[in-house]
């Protein structure tokens, strides 16, 4: 009996960490399909005033309990709001004007070569052949993707801007998962989630308003506004609730796998909401990256 219960128990928490995954994979196809419809800083904001509003009944007396450690810490909370609040999810809508949300999707996977990367540079941690091989393997897969195929185009430079910022978001990424390794001690993930949240919204307000007078328009309407509580709502709360569920039942390695299935329902979602093609480009890319980053994560059992 004991055995059934564990087995529910883990595909239970693949369960979760599939549906955390599938609703982040909205988030890109938001970006994409909404390109056209709503600027990228407006969409952000927009984001960010949902997720608070929606968030802070859940997480308020965590943030007011622990206020006097975010008080002692301002300075790393600024950081790391700005990087993964106002700046990375900012930049993911920026990426979606110019490129596909499969081609979003294949590059956001990538920030764990990053981590491993900096963490070798920042903190001299071991970086083994295999490692080295693997992000190698990654390298070539994003690099093969950027150029749809053609590496040559890289003398000339005349690749879709959208990918290269992707990239950029996916280092910034990289970076910001660094800081949260290193977070204050006795700080909750819930009081963590919400001052970054609201932090992160005010840094991004500047921007927004500077949009809001270049634009001279609202945006919201009867098709940008439900995208906007989808991504406020199921590609923030909604997510990150599956997400640490997934992590509690399986722990982080086995639930970060399942993470980089994230092409694959985009690349389903894309082809069934924006009719967006799927080539043999995207297949190869995706293998190199798949490979790459199996080959880096695998630890070999002594």
Not at 100 to 128: G, V
Not at 131 to 152: A, C
Not at 206 to 216: G, K, S
Not at 220 to 235: E, K, M, R, S
């Amino acid at each position: 009996m004991s055995d059934m219960l564990k087995t529910h128990s883990i595909l239970t928490g693949y369960l979760f960490a599939i549906g955390a995954t599938a609703l982040w994979s909205g988030n890109f196809i938001v970006a994409r399909g909404l390109s056209d419809s709503i600027p990228p800083v407006s969409l952000a904001f927009y984001r960010w005033i949902v997720a608070v509003i929606v968030f802070t009944p859940f997480a308020i007396k965590d943030l007011y309990r622990e206020w006097p450690i975010i008080k002692k810490h301002v300075a790393y909370f600024s950081i790391t709001s700005f990087l993964g609040i106002t700046t990375f999810n900012t930049l993911i809508y920026f990426a979606g004007q110019t490129t596909t949300a499969m081609n979003l999707s294949l590059i956001a996977i990538t920030f764990p070569i990053f981590i491993i990367l900096f963490s070798r540079i920042l903190y001299k941690e071991l970086l083994t052949a295999k490692k080295g091989f693997g992000i190698t393997l990654v390298l070539i897969g994003v690099l093969f993707l950027i150029t749809k195929g053609k590496i040559s185009t890289l003398l000339n430079i005349s690749f879709t801007i959208g990918d290269v910022w992707m990239l950029i978001a996916s280092i910034i990424f990289a970076v910001y998962s660094l800081f949260l390794k290193n977070k204050p001690k006795g700080l909750s993930v819930k009081a963590l989630q919400l001052s970054t949240f609201i932090l992160g919204l005010l840094f991004l307000f500047p921007f927004f308003l500077w949009e809001q007078t270049t634009v001279h328009q609202s945006f919201l309407n009867q098709t940008t506004i439900p995208a906007i509580l989808y991504v406020g709502i199921f590609a923030s709360l909604c997510a990150f609730v599956l997400w640490n569920k997934a992590i509690i039942v399986l722990g982080p390695s086995k639930a970060g796998m399942v993470y980089y299935t994230l092409p694959l329902f985009s690349g389903f979602l894309g082809y069934l909401f924006l009719h967006e093609s799927i080539s043999m480009v995207h297949f190869y890319s995706m293998i190199l990256i798949f490979s790459g980053i199996i080959a880096t994560n695998h630890e070999s059992k002594k």
